[in-house]
């Protein structure tokens, strides 16, 4: 994936696929809060936000995985 690919899309799939092997599980796990982040508006309810935030949280090392 080049950076003009990268920077036109909007399917997170593609994007993810080319990260998989080239960055750490935290900057996995981060993408992916920042996925969730881009549809904040459509999370149900505070829990899908809760579940987010503690998602960072862990992706940072300052949470658990309960």
């Known amino acids: 994936m080049?950076?003009?690919?990268?920077?036109?899309?909007n399917d997170t799939y593609p994007m993810l696929e080319h990260l998989w092997?080239?960055?750490s599980d935290r900057k996995l796990r981060l993408f992916a809060c920042g996925?969730?982040?881009?549809n904040w508006n459509n999370l149900i309810g505070l829990r899908g936000r809760d579940?987010?935030?503690a998602?960072?949280?862990?992706?940072d090392g300052n949470g658990s995985n309960e």
């Open 2 to 9: 080049t950076e003009e690919e990268w920077l036109a899309s």
């Open 21 to 23: 092997d080239k960055v």
């Open 35 to 38: 996925s969730c982040r881009v």
């Open 51 to 53: 579940a987010v935030l």
């Open 55 to 59: 998602a960072q949280e862990f992706a």
